[in-house]
């Protein structure tokens, strides 16, 4: 699934409320970016995703079940 396809997905689904999804499609879009990028701007980025993933908590406590 292409970063287009996910994010048709995600619009269709109502997901544009659930964080964990939207960082899925920024970490689609920057592997297909990854070709254009040097290590250094593709870490950089991979560390900005990852902090932002980092700050959701622990968003699944509670809806286990629906999300995995």
Do not use: C
């Not at 970063?3 to 499609?25: F, H, N, P």
Request: aromatic share 8%; no cysteine; hydrophobic share 40%.
């Amino acid at each position: 699934m292409n970063s287009d396809e996910l994010a048709r997905y995600i619009e269709q689904t109502g997901g544009m409320g659930k964080s964990w999804l939207l960082v899925q499609l920024r970490l689609q879009k920057l592997a297909e970016a990854r070709p254009d990028l040097s290590t250094e701007e593709y870490l950089h980025r991979i560390e900005d995703i990852h902090a932002d993933m980092m700050n959701l908590g622990e968003w699944w406590v509670g809806i286990e079940n629906e999300v995995f």
